[in-house]
């Protein structure tokens, strides 16, 4: 069984930053996208970044263009979200997910073969 492996979550101050790692021991995500989602209380999971490992390709939500950037180490096995300049309204548990749509489609329709437990993400104003 797939196990995804989300880390990097805590408490930040508005403006602050944080680094999420996505990660699957020993399952390569050579051929896979890999998605980043978050789910404030209360309102319906939103994806935030997705890339995908065959070409690179990235998608970014308008609400996080510009401060999150996505990226992967293909050596470790390991996607990250670099979160920049958070605001309070980015405070949600984020999920990573994996599928073999592109990032696009996995970002807008959130249909994942395979999802993380979440890490909680905590922006105090």
């Known amino acids: 069984e797939v196990q995804l492996v989300e880390s990097g979550g805590g408490l930040v101050q508005a403006g602050g930053s944080l680094r999420l790692s996505c990660a699957a021991p020993?399952?390569?995500?050579?051929?896979?996208?890999i998605g980043w989602f978050r789910q404030a209380p209360g309102k319906e999971r939103e994806g935030v970044s997705c890339?995908?490992?065959?070409?690179?390709?990235?998608y970014y939500a308008d609400s996080v263009k510009g401060r999150f950037t996505i990226s992967s180490d293909n050596a470790k096995n390991t996607v990250y979200l670099q979160m920049d300049s958070l605001k309070p309204e980015d405070m949600a548990v984020y999920y990573c997910?994996?599928?073999?749509?592109?990032?696009?489609?996995?970002?807008?329709?959130?249909?994942?073969?395979?999802w993380g437990q979440g890490t909680q993400v905590t922006v105090s104003s």
């Open positions: 890339i995908s490992r065959r070409d690179g390709t990235t």
């Open positions: 020993g399952f390569a995500f050579d051929d896979y996208t």
């Open positions: 997910a994996a599928d073999h749509e592109n990032a696009p489609f996995l970002c807008r329709n959130g249909l994942g073969l395979y």
